[in-house]
């Protein structure tokens, strides 16, 4: 059980001005900018629950994690994760929580994964028996087999990725943070990736706190999303919920050949997309079938396809909405 | 220890991986280091004795502190590139592992190569040992060996200190150096040639002397009380503050990030 409340975080920035004056002048004395990166957040997630965390860079979300990690201390609130607070109890915390930050490697970059691995082991007193139980299933369910006798330096991207991951389960964590899993990596191994999330998380009831860019990852993942912008929580609900808090607009995209169809009231140009046509369509005024019907009487149609609303789409309406 | 050893072995093998890399760099500091040696023998070409000292008195001195500062820089390399562990993040990746903070750098990185001066401070060492004119008894030997180990202590915690102030300032701060390969170079001599003044200083704030000038003086039998044998010992006490100062570093990035 996670619970949040009331956290602040304020980070101070020096602020300089560019040129050799001003250089000078910051030695002797400094400006600081204090800049909000978490004002009042609060949210609970229990336990054995998905949670998609986003928002655009510089929102907050690191900061965030970073705390709940132990990383960072907050100004003022009160952060409890199975009954602890991670920056007091910082050693019993973290034997309890795993963490992949996307960016950045926690493999010994020398040396064949499986001796990283077993250093882990070492590090987090992980016996022998849990150890080789997660190993199996690790090597198994991430495909690492071959991968594990090969130095981190020659991996792929997506192979080290993979060890990562696996390298933050060793200890069998009952929370996972994963900051930017999937960033960098080519669809194969992103659908890889999510799909073993997914598993760990129905078999095993890992919760996991999970922070992208990439909104496939949260349509593929979660149910429940939190966005965040300018250090405040914005939204808290599941993506079903937002889907249908945004408006229902269908997109129509249309290949014709001869001269432009005419519009009924609903519908309107919204661009073009490789010479096709690509039409917004509000279902409470025009019904989709009445619009094509429309379109079809009065030009040649070759091809007509509709969707809804991508969450791509709807995230950065909430972004525009927010102003963030 | 038994995790410390896996560092170790883990340190070492990702060494291995290089191996020309390696000799290369472990032969250069045997050359650097004879740079320190040969302004000594330079020294006394033109002078027979330093402020009492022989030749070999003073190769005496100089090993045992080569000896010690080499054993630091191979065992407390963390701390030497502190500034880049903060940088990249690996400092973060450390808070949440559950070990201690100090002992995580400490551990993750061992540079070997930086056993170059080792190896050549025992030549020195061999050189010096029979022409020192001590009479080599278990408690000289047990002094000596004080002397070394209490010194890569003492270094150890200015290194601790240097890296601490990164937590303020982000960036290393070269002044320590004054300290670290200051004491180093400056070490070859007994600490007593260069005035009162830095001797206490080098007594009470930094205690440098502690594990070179005073035991040394029990090892050339111009002192014989067992204060000035065991004297190194309390080189360890440095490690006190070391420890506060980095405390509250840790307690300052904690609360202002990074």
Redesign the interface.
């Known amino acids: 059980m996670i619970t949040l409340s009331g956290i602040n975080?304020t980070?101070?920035v020096t602020k300089r001005q560019a040129g050799f004056a001003h250089a000078v002048k910051a030695l002797f004395s400094r400006e600081y900018e204090v800049i909000k990166?978490l004002s009042d957040v609060n949210f609970t997630v229990g336990d054995g629950e998905m949670v998609g965390y986003i928002g655009p860079n510089g929102a907050g979300k690191s900061?965030t994690i970073?705390i709940m990690?132990?990383?960072?201390?907050p100004?003022s609130g009160v952060c409890d994760i199975n009954g602890r607070t991670p920056?007091r109890d910082?050693?019993?915390h973290?034997?309890q929580?795993g963490?992949v930050?996307g960016?950045?490697s926690?493999l010994?970059?020398?040396?064949p994964v499986v001796?990283?691995l077993?250093?882990i082991r070492?590090?987090?007193?992980t016996d022998e028996a849990t150890y080789r139980r997660n190993l199996d299933e690790l090597t198994q369910l991430l495909d690492l087999g071959e991968i594990l006798k090969t130095?981190a330096r020659s991996l792929s991207l997506g192979q080290r990725m993979r060890c990562e991951i696996a390298a933050s389960l060793i200890h069998s964590p009952r929370i996972l943070f994963l900051d930017e899993p999937t960033i960098g990596l080519d669809a194969v191994s992103k659908i890889a990736v999510r799909q073993f999330i997914k598993r760990l998380n129905a078999q095993h009831g890992t919760t996991v706190i999970l922070t992208t860019h990439d909104m496939q990852d949260i349509e593929a993942l979660t149910q429940r999303i939190l966005l965040i912008g300018k250090g405040r929580i914005l939204l808290d609900g599941s993506l079903e919920e937002l889907k249908k808090r945004s408006s229902e607009r269908k997109t129509l995209v249309v290949k014709y050949s001869g001269s432009p169809p005419p519009l009924v009231t609903g519908m309107a140009i919204s661009g073009e997309k490789d010479g096709r046509l690509v039409l917004e369509l509000d279902p409470a005024i025009v019904r989709v079938n009445e619009g094509i019907a429309h379109l079809a009487a009065h030009c040649e149609l070759q091809d007509v396809s509709v969707s809804d609303i991508t969450a791509e789409e709807m995230v950065a309406a909430l972004y525009k909405e927010y102003q963030i | 220890m038994?995790?410390y050893l896996?560092?170790f072995a883990?340190n070492l093998?990702?060494?291995m991986?290089?191996k020309a890399a390696f000799f290369i760099h472990l032969l250069s500091r045997v050359v650097l280091s004879f740079a320190t040696v040969a302004s000594v023998l330079v020294m006394f070409a033109r002078f027979n004795e330093v402020e009492g000292f022989t030749l070999s008195q003073v190769l005496l001195c100089a090993s045992a502190i080569l000896m010690s500062f080499s054993i630091t820089e191979v065992f407390a390399r963390g701390f030497d590139i502190f500034p880049r562990l903060l940088g990249?993040?690996?400092f973060?990746?450390y808070?949440?592992?559950?070990?201690g903070i100090i002992y995580q750098v400490t551990a993750s990185h061992m540079e070997f190569g930086r056993l170059g001066v080792f190896v050549q401070a025992i030549a020195v060492l061999c050189y010096a040992i029979p022409n020192s004119g001590v009479v080599w008894t278990w408690d000289k030997i047990l002094t000596l060996f004080l002397m070394i180990t209490c010194g890569a202590v003492v270094f150890a915690g200015l290194y601790i200190i240097f890296a601490s102030f990164t937590f303020f300032t982000t960036e290393g701060l070269e002044f320590m150096n004054i300290l670290t390969h200051g004491g180093k170079e400056f070490g070859r001599y007994p600490f007593v040639i260069y005035g009162g003044g830095i001797l206490k200083f080098l007594t009470y704030v930094v205690p440098l002397a502690v594990v070179q000038y005073y035991p040394l003086l029990y090892l050339l039998g111009m002192e014989d009380g067992v204060f000035y044998m065991l004297c190194p010992l309390f080189g360890i006490l440095f490690l006190i503050p070391s420890y506060i100062f980095f405390r509250i570093g840790l307690?300052r990035y904690?609360?202002?990030?990074a």
């Open positions: 975080k980070f101070r990166a900061t970073k990690c132990g990383i960072l201390t100004d920056w910082r050693v019993a973290v034997a929580i963490v930050f960016q950045r926690q010994w970059w020398d040396v001796d990283s077993e250093l070492d590090i987090y007193k130095p | 038994k995790l896996k560092y883990i093998k990702c060494q991986q290089y990249n993040g690996e973060d990746r808070l949440v592992r559950p070990r307690r904690k609360s202002i990030g």
